[in-house]
């Protein structure tokens, strides 16, 4: 049987200088295209665990393995290689305000080489997806906070990553923005099968969406909801739908661009 786990972790425990264990003996396997809630009080390592996926953090004992491959000895370039199958959304934005919407969703693919041609034509298909369609000259100042998420997750999905990991992306939202960013990372969950792993301090998001839940306390994670290692496809269904036009029409088709791209 094939292997589809994308992360897993071995008694890792990680630590900043001169600080404690904020995770202690963290042991757990996630399949790909799952998609799961991270919970926690503030401090209590939401953050330190996505760094440590992302690989923006070492362990100090144990082993983490991402698309089965160990990471812990991985050389600077081979960790760059593997940072380009994921992809991380911050609270914060992190958008570059001397570029335009344009430029900041375009940037990672101009990084890979890819043809300016293909990026013209991907970069106004995600627009439109995220609804900023009519924005794409604009300096992300001159948008609202939702707007300006929005375009954060649009240049995190450009190039269609296996992994995506959001840390708190809607903690700065109203309800309305946050389901209809919610609605966006379904989507992108179903239609390409990218593993998500979306930190919320949101009770009401976690009861609306019923997803699985890592939660984070005393140093180590529980699952709660279907556990990591037998959770189906099936299992992972949020009780709201969809209510676009048509989304598997046009998800598929963003799908295609995004597979010409592999093929450039």
């Not at 404690?20 to 401090?43: E, M, Q, R």
């Not at 990218?194 to 890592?214: N, R």
């Amino acid at each position: 049987m094939e292997d589809r786990t994308a992360i897993s972790f071995a008694n890792v425990a990680a630590r900043y200088d001169g600080t404690p264990d904020i995770l202690t003996d963290v042991s757990f396997n996630i399949s790909g295209g799952g998609f799961y809630f991270l919970s926690g009080a503030s401090g209590a390592g939401k953050t330190t665990l996505l760094r440590l996926i992302y690989q923006l953090h070492k362990p100090h004992r144990g082993q983490i393995k991402l698309f089965g491959k160990t990471t812990n000895d991985m050389s600077r370039n081979e960790i760059n290689k593997l940072r380009q199958k994921m992809a991380i959304v911050f609270q914060e934005y992190s958008l570059l305000s001397h570029m335009s919407v344009f430029d900041n969703i375009a940037l990672p693919l101009r990084v890979r080489g890819v043809p300016e041609v293909k990026i013209k034509k991907l970069v106004a298909k995600v627009l439109d997806w995220v609804g900023l369609g009519k924005y794409a000259d604009a300096n992300p100042k001159s948008l609202s906070g939702g707007q300006q998420q929005r375009v954060s997750v649009a240049r995190a999905i450009i190039v269609q990553p296996a992994i995506l990991l959001a840390d708190e992306p809607t903690g700065n939202l109203d309800d309305e923005n946050a389901s209809r960013l919610m609605e966006l990372f379904i989507q992108m969950n179903k239609m390409f099968g990218t593993t998500i792993i979306l930190a919320t301090h949101s009770k009401k998001l976690m009861e609306t969406y019923k997803f699985p839940v890592i939660h984070v306390d005393n140093h180590r994670v529980v699952f709660t909801g279907k556990s990591a290692t037998s959770e189906s496809k099936a299992d992972s269904e949020p009780k709201k739908v969809w209510r676009g036009p048509k989304p598997q029409n046009y998800f598929t088709e963003l799908s295609k661009q995004f597979d010409d791209i592999g093929n450039a």
